[in-house]
């Protein structure tokens, strides 16, 4: 059920975004997919989830040296 869900919202949020269209004639049915469009937003949101796994790095590398540093030390 989950699944459904899942799926039904990311077609819902296709069609919102302009990424998938449908349309019909008299005798048959087209579901259109704007691959460029797909693959320039993955592309972003690999680059975004990139960039936070960066920070989160970061983040704990920095941790780790603070809690390892003596009392009093400066950075």
Same mark, same amino acid.
């Given at each position: ?12 949020? @296709?069609?919102?975004? @302009?990424?998938?269209?449908? %349309? %019909?004639? /008299?005798? $048959? +049915? !087209?579901? &259109?997919? =704007?691959t460029q469009e797909?693959?320039? =937003? !993955? &592309?972003? +949101?690999?680059e &975004?989830?990139?960039?936070? +796994? =960066? $920070?989160?790095?970061? @983040?704990i $590398? &920095?941790?780790?040296r /603070?809690? !390892?540093?003596p009392? @009093? +030390?400066a950075?």
């Open positions: 059920m989950k699944a459904l869900l899942v799926i039904v919202l990311l077609v819902a949020a @296709g069609v919102l975004l @302009g990424r998938i269209s449908f %349309s %019909s004639s /008299e005798n $048959d +049915a !087209t579901i &259109r997919l =704007d797909v693959r320039q =937003d !993955t &592309r972003e +949101a690999a &975004r989830a990139e960039d936070v +796994a =960066d $920070d989160v790095a970061n @983040g $590398d &920095r941790s780790l /603070e809690s !390892t540093e009392a @009093g +030390a950075p």
